[in-house]
Structures are given as C-alpha cells and as structure tokens.
C-alpha cells in the first residue's frame, strides 16, 4: 500500500536547523511531483515547497524563500526539506505530499516546534 513516512521533526531552538526527510513506498515515486505542506494550530494547510518529479524545478512559498530548501533522491524514493535559520511562525506539523495529476498522497505529518 501507499506509504509517506516523514521524519526528522523535533523542538530546536530560533536560528536553529532540522532536515525533514519523507520515505516513499507503494507507488512510482519518480512520477510524483512532491511537497512539503505545513499546519499551524488554528489556521488551514499552506504550501511550504514543492519540487518536480524528476527535480528540475522547486517553488517555495515567500515565507521560507532563502531558509528552505526542498531536495529529492528517485533512488531512494525519498524528499528532504532542509530548514535553517528558523522561527518560531515556522511552528507546525509538516505534511508531505506526492501529487500526480488527480491523485494525491499524503503522509501522518512530523511536528517541528521553534521555541526557544
């Protein structure tokens, strides 16, 4: 069955980094496009990076732009989103997601708080 595993979550503190990992399994992982979404406490699911499925091309939302970077390995079946410099509004559980037209996958989320 489909599976996104993510990993790497955790409490760092202001100006901290953490490397979100997402292991794939079940279905053609280098036909997805991939991304990385987070959730805060009280407010909806927004798009944090995103990347294509053979990893040409990434977005990033303004938020993270210059802090976060979204990276892949087909070989491995497996997304990164490497986050540094980071803040506490960048609290939340973060999701990841394989996306390939109409479908749509989604992993149990990693929380990472930025608390000092």
């Known amino acids: 069955q489909v599976q996104l595993v993510e990993s790497g979550g955790g409490l760092v503190q202001p100006g901290g980094s953490l490397r979100l990992s997402c292991a794939a399994s079940?279905?053609?992982?280098?036909?997805?496009?991939m991304s990385w979404y987070r959730q805060a406490p009280g407010k909806e699911r927004e798009l944090v990076a995103g990347?294509?499925?053979?990893?040409?091309?990434?977005n990033y939302a303004d938020s993270v732009k210059g802090r976060f970077t979204i990276s892949r390995d087909n070989a491995k079946n497996t997304v990164y989103l490497q986050m540094n410099s980071l803040k506490p509004e960048d609290t939340a559980v973060y999701y990841c997601?394989?996306?390939?037209?109409?479908?749509?996958?989604w992993g149990q989320g990693t929380q990472v708080t930025v608390s000092s």
């Open positions: 079940g279905f053609t992982f280098r036909a997805y496009a």
């Open positions: 997601n394989a996306e390939r037209g109409c479908i749509r996958y």
């Open positions: 990347i294509t499925s053979a990893g040409g091309s990434t």
